[in-house]
């Protein structure tokens, strides 16, 4: 039955998303095409502004995409579980688990599927599908980010060290940048997940409402959103605290450093999923004990 409610999920959505996509990779070809027409215009005043003009409208395209995919599913969640079609959707012989987690994982297919679109749209503007040059351009990245990133840390750390009388240096950049770039990535893959959870809930709780029940979800998504903030602030300092040892000594190492710094986005990260569970829990258990529809 979850195989069924996920088809009928997707199916709600497809027509919607489905122009979102079609939209960004029409852009893409239009900012293609205008940009072969300006070519020898590239070292020109008009070409620069040319230039910067497409980049910004590619940009807010992209952004605009994503934006509407959450708006999307966080719509189809809305209409079809707490307002008037939800009275249609609790009669179906199926569990509330089920229903929700299908609107889980439609909101994650879109996800990847509108990853896949920007891609195709970078694809396009490039002239190149191998994916080794969007490798490429992350390894350059990180090389960047790795300069500024040390820069910065050594700076910070003299700062603060000098006024008891130590100095270092940091050397091995990676060892700093790559536990930042893992936990970014693993934020990245489960962003849809932890959103949609909160949303979810958020809108659990407003179901318990009888008045303004759209308007107390929207304080309870904001309540909750600020919660996580101080409970992951609050966690990564608990971690660094507890696996500091001689990190503000002048002797400290770069895989200490790598070490220190893991922990902190390591223990941040459990304590995300953890919520992010909490609440899918959370949101079956109200609506399915406490389903209070208008």
């Excluded at 122009?19 to 029409?26: C, D, E, P, S, V």
């Excluded at 994982?105 to 599927?113: D, E, F, L, Q």
Aim: hydrophobic letters at 55%; charged letters at 10%.
């Amino acid at each position: 039955m979850l195989i069924k409610l996920l088809k009928y999920d997707l199916l709600a959505d497809y027509k919607k998303m489905g122009m979102l996509y079609i939209t960004l990779l029409i852009t893409s070809v239009m900012i293609k095409l205008l940009e072969v027409f300006f070519k020898d215009l590239d070292s020109t005043v008009v070409g620069k502004v040319v230039n910067i003009t497409l980049g910004v409208v590619l940009g807010l395209c992209i952004v605009a995409m994503f934006v509407m995919m959450i708006i999307v599913s966080i719509y189809n969640f809305y209409k079809t579980i707490v307002r008037d079609e939800g009275y249609l959707t609790h009669t179906l012989p199926v569990q509330t688990w089920q229903l929700i987690l299908s609107k889980l994982v439609t909101s994650y297919v879109w996800y990847i599927v509108s990853i896949g679109a920007f891609y195709l749209s970078i694809a396009i503007l490039t002239g190149d599908i191998n994916w080794m040059r969007v490798s490429e351009f992350m390894d350059e990245f990180q090389q960047g980010v790795e300069v500024g990133f040390t820069t910065g840390f050594n700076a910070g750390y003299n700062s603060v060290g000098s006024a008891a009388g130590e100095t270092m240096a940091i050397t091995d950049a990676n060892s700093l940048i790559q536990p930042m770039i893992n936990y970014v990535t693993w934020l990245f893959a489960l962003f849809p997940l932890m959103i949609m959870s909160q949303v979810y809930f958020s809108f659990a709780i407003g179901n318990l409402f009888n008045k303004s029940k759209l308007g107390m979800s929207i304080v309870a998504f904001f309540v909750l959103y600020i919660a996580q903030q101080i409970i992951g602030f609050v966690t990564m300092m608990i971690s660094a605290a507890a696996s500091a040892g001689n990190v503000l000594t002048a002797d400290i190492s770069d895989a200490e450093v790598f070490g220190w710094m893991g922990s902190m986005y390591t223990s941040s990260l459990i304590v995300s999923i953890i919520l992010t569970i909490g609440l899918y829990i959370g949101a079956n258990v109200i609506f399915t004990k406490k389903l209070n529809l208008e």
